[in-house]
């Protein structure tokens, strides 16, 4: 056995081992497809493989209308335009910075509610001290695809009167209490983004059950045009294209198998690092459906190395894990230079993002390559205060 990379040994993967490596389908299919649309010399703008790609969505979510647009941000921005939302909306710092981005991109406050240590979802007991009269939403994460507080949260939105959003980017294919995400509050926005489990390069979509709120939804994806030369309503470009869709149609017939790789990747992480000291794999609800597309874990304060040195050992070796979502939203700018003192409002979102990796998974990572990557986690956790040392003394 030769030593560690970060001390000087040959890293155990020649070439870098991605966290968010794009699942690909049936690649004769998605040429077909794209071949079709040039064919019909219909390249965007409310195309049928869109339509096609909505139709599809609202069918395996059970959500009246699926609005396809052109990423998972675009879909944020347009949803809580949609729902009317200004003022202040309470948001989880802990999560993908677009979260924050698209509430202070239309000049909406986002006021960062700590998170539970365990879900890692916004903590329902802190939203209600942080509802001020200026607060119209709650746009609430289903982080790594478990579940928000939903029955919480709606209670509590309905009885301030507040539009309650999901930001369902990671938990496509995911239920709770039986029912798919995409079903619950005013509305939840989906992400296909190349590194989704199922993605169509760049995507997103808003499900929603109410009638208003998607026609208005689909108005402002399309600059506001109600017809030719008629436009009743603000808007932008957040069209997808039938490229986009073409892949999204392909992804979502292999969306099964993708999952399955991902459970059965889960799976294998778990057998082997069960019993590493310092170290939990984040659990999901398997009473419920799941797209096992995250493999987190959390280092915690008896392990023999800290995530930071832990994830230095395991980039020398080309394993590419994400210390998602480090520094939390409120320590990136803007927020930073506008909240200065957030942090001190938010210390589980500080201790967890210290403390959590995200490990590769997707269907470019098999069995051999799990079992080196939590052999390395396994192996340099032992060796934790030798590595600890040599990396300190090389600083
Ligand atoms: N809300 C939440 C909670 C989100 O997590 C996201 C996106 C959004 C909203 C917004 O949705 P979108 O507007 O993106 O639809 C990546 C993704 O770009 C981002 O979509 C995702 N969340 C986030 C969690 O991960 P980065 O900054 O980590 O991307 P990057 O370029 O570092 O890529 C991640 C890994 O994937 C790298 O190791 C490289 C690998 N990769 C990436 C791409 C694009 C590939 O191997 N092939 C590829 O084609 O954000």
């Known amino acids: 056995m030769t030593d560690f990379a970060a001390l000087g040994g040959p890293p155990a993967f020649a070439e870098p081992?991605?966290?968010?490596?794009?699942?690909?389908?049936?690649?004769?299919?998605?040429?077909?497809?794209?071949?079709?649309?040039?064919?019909?010399?219909?390249?965007?703008?409310?195309?049928?493989?869109?339509?096609?790609?909505?139709?599809?969505?609202?069918?395996?979510?059970?959500?009246?209308?699926?609005?396809?647009?052109?990423?998972?941000?675009?879909?944020?921005?347009?949803?809580?335009?949609?729902?009317?939302?200004?003022?202040?909306?309470?948001?989880?710092?802990?999560?993908?910075?677009?979260?924050?981005?698209?509430?202070?991109?239309?000049?909406?406050?986002?006021?960062?509610?700590?998170?539970?240590?365990?879900?890692?979802?916004?903590?329902?007991?802190r939203v209600e001290e942080l509802i001020t009269p200026r607060t119209t939403g709650i746009l609430a994460v289903h982080l790594w695809g478990r579940p928000a507080p939903i029955a919480p949260l709606t209670e509590i939105a309905d009885r301030h009167g507040l539009a309650l959003l999901f930001d369902a980017a990671h938990a496509f294919g995911c239920s709770h209490r039986g029912r798919m995400i995409g079903t619950f509050g005013r509305a939840e926005v989906l992400s296909f983004h190349a590194t989704k489990v199922v993605n169509a390069f760049e995507g997103g979509a808003i499900a929603t059950a109410d009638d208003a709120f998607a026609a208005r939804a689909r108005l402002?994806?399309?600059?506001?045009?109600?017809?030719?030369?008629?436009?009743?309503?603000?808007?932008?470009?957040?069209?997808?294209?039938?490229?986009?869709?073409?892949?999204?149609?392909?992804?979502?017939?292999?969306?099964?198998?993708f999952i399955g790789v991902n459970r059965s990747n889960y799976e294998a992480y778990r057998a082997a690092l069960a019993g590493v000291e310092g170290l939990e794999l984040l659990p999901f609800d398997e009473t419920e459906r799941c797209n096992w597309q995250y493999v987190v874990i959390e280092v915690d304060e008896s392990a023999r190395l800290t995530r930071d040195e832990l994830q230095t050992v395991l980039w020398a070796e080309n394993v590419l894990a994400r210390r998602y979502f480090f520094p939390g939203c409120h320590r990136m700018e803007p927020y930073r230079s506008l909240f200065p003192d957030a942090a001190a409002r938010l210390p589980e979102t500080e201790r967890l993002a210290a403390r959590v990796l995200a490990l590769p998974t997707g269907t470019s990572v098999g069995a051999d390559e799990i079992a080196t990557v939590a052999d390395l986690i396994r192996r340099a956790l032992m060796d934790g205060p030798r590595l600890r040392r040599e990396l300190r003394a090389a600083s």
Request: net charge negative; charged share 20%; aromatic share 6%.
């Open 220 to 257: 402002m994806r399309n600059h506001g045009f109600a017809d030719y030369d008629n436009v009743t309503h603000v808007g932008t470009n957040g069209k997808m294209s039938e490229v986009a869709a073409a892949m999204g149609l392909t992804s979502m017939e292999s969306r099964d198998d």
């Open 17 to 125: 081992v991605h966290v968010g490596r794009p699942n690909i389908g049936d690649r004769d299919r998605l040429m077909e497809r794209i071949g079709g649309a040039i064919d019909r010399r219909w390249l965007t703008n409310d195309g049928p493989l869109v339509r096609e790609f909505e139709a599809e969505l609202a069918a395996f979510v059970g959500a009246p209308h699926c609005i396809a647009i052109c990423n998972g941000t675009v879909a944020l921005e347009i949803a809580l335009r949609a729902a009317g939302l200004s003022g202040e909306v309470i948001v989880s710092p802990f999560t993908f910075v677009a979260t924050a981005h698209a509430l202070q991109w239309q000049e909406i406050t986002p006021v960062f509610c700590d998170v539970d240590r365990r879900t890692h979802n916004i903590d329902p007991a």
